[in-house]
T-cell receptor, first 110, second 114 residues
Framework: DAKTTQPPSMDCAEGRAANLPCNHS???????VYWYRQIHSQGPQYIIHGLKNNETNEMASLIITEDRKSSTLILPHATLRDTAVYYC???????????FGQGTRLTINP | DAGITQSPRHKVTETGTPVTLRCHQTENHRYMYWYRQDPGHGLRLIHY???????DKGEVSDGYSVSRSKTEDFLLTLESATSSQTSVYFCAITTTPDWAYGYTFGSGTRLTVV
């Protein structure tokens, strides 16, 4: 799996949009971009994933650049409960495992 | 999470003793994974299973063995526990790696080897 680069930490005010960047300049054509988050002491939770197109679900939006070398996870209206470590992961189609990096520790401030 | 349970939730054991952690699922998912999480290392894959009796190694498999004799249970065994295996262990399941809803993780087992 190709490598991703994320900032180690970010802060965001409650109620604002949280934009978490991820660089994956060596991504392959068949690799999906996945986002998970881990709230303190809990198991990671799946958020969203995409290949080329932007994606949106009830939790977040995923914006992937046209060259696919970077992406941004957007939490539109961050709440205190969104404080967590967010992982950006690449997974090739058919690959049987996820490889986690260090992630971004997002702190939502009141 | 509903559908996946890990046991025990906490365990303290002595160096050199055998330890078995259990992951149980009620989702009939084919794939099951064991990860460990340590400060400064994030989540690292130990072993995974892609079917009954079908398992493979992850990036940190030394000192661990696994077994999957039925779909719902995936056991992780430390044959002779060492202090370096003190960690939080997470199990995960998915029906296929490409499944749209990703992996579901358990709540973790905190293992302390003294």
């Amino acid at each position: 799996d190709a490598k991703t680069t994320q900032p180690p930490s970010m802060d965001c005010a409650e109620g604002r949009a949280a934009n978490l960047p991820c660089n994956h300049s060596t991504i392959s054509g068949n690799e999906y971009v996945y986002w998970y988050r881990q709230i303190h002491s809990q198991g990671p939770q799946y958020i969203i994933h995409g290949l080329k197109n932007n994606e949106t679900n009830e939790m977040a939006s995923l914006i992937i650049t046209e060259d696919r070398k970077s992406s941004t996870l957007i939490l539109p209206h961050a709440t205190l409960r969104d404080t967590a470590v967010y992982y950006c992961i690449l997974r090739g189609q058919g690959a049987q495992k996820l490889v986690f990096g260090q992630g971004t520790r997002l702190t939502i401030n009141p | 999470d509903a559908g996946i349970t890990q046991s025990p939730r906490h365990k303290v054991t002595e160096t050199g003793t055998p330890v078995t952690l259990r992951c149980h699922q009620t989702e009939n998912h084919r794939y099951m994974y064991w990860y460990r999480q340590d400060p400064g290392h994030g989540l690292r894959l130990i072993h995974y299973s892609y079917g009954v009796k079908d398992t493979d190694k992850g990036e940190v498999s030394d000192g661990y063995s696994v077994s999957r004799s039925k779909t719902e249970d995936f056991l992780l065994t430390l044959e002779s526990a060492t202090s370096s295996q003190t960690s939080v262990y997470f199990c995960a399941i998915t029906t296929t790696p490409d499944w749209a809803y990703g992996y579901t993780f358990g709540s973790g087992t905190r293992l302390t080897v003294v």
